[in-house]
């Protein structure tokens, strides 16, 4: 059984209502420290929740200095969403 907690559903429901969601924008929709938030993330996509997509690399220039490094978007696992509604449906009974 997968429990979550408010914290986690405020993440889930972020990345469900913008698929593909960048770490960056979903840090700032979601509004909460770095560290917290990316251990929940990690705990998230380690039981299979949320998955996990690279895009290739842009390279920008930030600060003078060239960037190029890949992002990561993110994106609801719907099988294991649907695992969710039905624990959370049985803990109410």
Do not use: C, W
């Not at 997509?53 to 719907?78: C, D, G, M, Q």
């Amino acid at each position: 059984m997968i429990y979550i907690d408010g914290y986690d559903k405020e993440i889930l429901d972020a990345i469900r209502k913008k698929p593909g969601v960048t770490l960056r924008d979903l840090q700032l929709e979601v509004g909460r420290q770095s560290t917290p938030f990316r251990k929940k993330l990690k705990r998230l996509t380690e039981l299979g929740l949320i998955m996990v997509k690279e895009i290739p690399a842009i390279e920008t220039i930030s600060s003078y200095r060239l960037v190029n490094h890949p992002r990561k978007t993110f994106y609801l696992n719907k099988r294991m969403l649907k695992e969710i509604v039905r624990v959370s449906n049985d803990r109410r009974n």
